[in-house]
């Protein structure tokens, strides 16, 4: 499995981006799609993931309400709608898949770079 992500950029607080993350490849019915970032001078940490069935999880409750995951099942496609950015969620975001829930994140995109500006 090979994930393709894209949208990141440039943009002043309070503005948006859409992420997308395509995947091709052989894919799990069960397959969990989430979303990672890595800020500067910090560790990776978890955003967003959504699995198959729909089921949601959020990485913190304060992205509830600023960042959307959402599938496109028959593209093999997840995308992240970020509004209301904040300076603090500058960072490198990467797209990740699991074959089931639970299980390890085993497939990794490229990342994709998002900077807030202030």
């Known amino acids: 499995v090979q994930l393709q992500a894209s949208g990141g950029g440039l943009v002043e607080a309070g503005g948006s981006l859409r992420l997308s993350c395509s995947a091709s490849?052989?894919?799990?019915?069960?397959?969990?799609m989430g979303w990672f970032r890595r800020a500067p001078g910090k560790g990776r940490e978890f955003v967003v993931s959504i699995a198959k069935g729909g089921k949601i999880k959020y990485g913190y409750e304060s992205m509830k309400g600023r960042f959307t995951i959402s599938g496109d099942n028959a593209k093999n496609t997840v995308y992240l709608q970020m509004d209301s950015l904040r300076p603090e969620d500058t960072a490198v975001y990467y797209c990740?898949?699991?074959?089931?829930?639970?299980?390890?994140?085993?497939?990794w995109g490229q990342g994709t770079q998002v900077t807030v500006s202030s």
């Open positions: 490849g052989r894919i799990s019915s069960d397959a969990v």
């Open positions: 990740a898949g699991a074959r089931a829930p639970g299980t390890t994140w085993e497939y």
